[in-house]
C-alpha cells in the first residue's frame, strides 16, 4: 500500500468486524524524537493468546472469504522496514490495541495520504456502529474529531448523509491542517 491511510482503512475494518462500538485512531507526530506513532483501539471482541500469536503470520485469518490476512504483517514489515517496530495487544472481552512506531526520516517511510477520506469510508461502511475517535497530534499541537460529539449534535440524523459526511471529512482536513501548522 502507497499510503499509511489506506493501511489505516484496512485495520481498522478489522475493528468494525470485530464488533468495536468505538475504535480510537491516534496519529503522532514527534519531530524531535523522528518518530511517527500510530495507534489503533478497539473496544470488539478481542483475541485469545492463540490468536494473538497466530495474527501476525500472514497466513492466518479469521475470515471465511480468503485464506490469508495480510493487513497486520505488512503493516508490521513496513514498521521494521522504516526503523521501528508494532507492538499488538488484546483481551477476549477487552479489545485490542495496535501500536506501530515509523522513523519519520527514512526513506520507506509512506505519506499519511488522504486520512479524511479514510475516516469517510470508514462511516460510510458502517455509520450506526462502531464510532470514531480520531486524535491526530503533531509537536504538541493537536486536533480531535469524535463520531459520539457528532452524532449528539446532529440529533438522530445518520453520518452517512453525503453533507454530513463531507462536512466530516471538510473538518478532518482542516484541523490537519491548523495542527500541522498549515492553516
Known amino acids: 500500500m502507497f499510503e499509511l491511510s489506506l493501511h489505516i482503512l484496512d485495520l481498522v475494518q478489522n475493528a468494525v468486524r470485530a464488533g468495536a462500538s468505538l475504535v ?3 496519529i503522532l507526530y514527534d519531530t524531535p524524537k523522528d518518530q511517527l506513532t500510530i495507534e489503533l483501539v478497539d473496544d470488539g471482541c ?3 493468546e492463540a490468536l494473538l500469536k497466530r495474527v501476525l503470520s500472514p497466513f492466518a485469518t479469521t475470515r471465511t472469504t480468503r485464506k490469508v490476512g495480510l493487513g497486520i504483517p505488512m503493516f508490521q514489515q513496513l514498521a521494521q522496514q522504516c526503523g521501528g517496530d508494532l507492538t499488538l495487544e488484546s483481551q477476549v472481552g477487552v479489545g485490542t490495541t495496535l501500536t506501530a512506531r ?3 526520516s527514512s526513506i520507506d517511510l509512506p505519506p499519511l495520504g488522504d486520512l479524511p477520506g479514510t475516516l469517510r ?3 460510510l461502511g458502517s455509520p450506526d456502529k462502531p464510532d470514531f475517535l480520531l ?3 503533531r509537536d504538541g499541537r493537536a486536533f480531535c474529531l469524535d463520531t459520539r460529539q457528532v452524532r449528539a449534535a446532529l440529533d438522530g440524523l445518520s453520518l452517512a448523509e453525503p453533507d454530513i459526511l463531507d462536512w466530516i471529512a471538510g473538518y478532518i482536513r482542516e484541523g490537519m491542517n491548523e495542527t500541522d501548522g498549515r492553516g
Do not use: A, K, N, V
Open 24 to 26: 480510537i485512531i491516534r
Open 46 to 48: 478481542g483475541m485469545d
Open 102 to 104: 515509523f522513523q519519520m
Open 121 to 123: 469510508t470508514l462511516i
Open 135 to 137: 486524535e491526530y497530534s
